[in-house]
C-alpha cells in the first residue's frame, strides 16, 4: 500500500501523531530529498531505508516502486 503523508515545512514538530505512526510502520520512505527527510526521520528516531524519487530518477525508480508495491511492501510518500 502506498500511503502519501505530509511532513513539516519549517518545524520538525509539526507533524501529526498519525504521520509518525505511519511512517514508523512502512517497509520504507519515497522522497525528493533525503537530506531534509532523514533530518525528520532522525529527530523522530525512525530508521527506514529511503528511496530516492525526483526529476532526475523518475524514469529508473518509478517501475521499481511499482514493482515493490505489487510484492506487498507498504510504503509512505512524504511531501
Known sequence: MLYIVPTPIG???DITL???????SVDGVICED??????????YQIKKPLIILNDYNEAKSFPQIIERLKSGENLALVS
Not at 18 to 24: F, P
Open 11 to 13: 518545524n520538525l514538530k
Open 18 to 24: 498519525r504521520a509518525l505512526e505511519t511512517l514508523q
Open 34 to 43: 533525503t537530506r531534509r527527510t532523514a533530518l525528520l526521520l532522525n529527530h
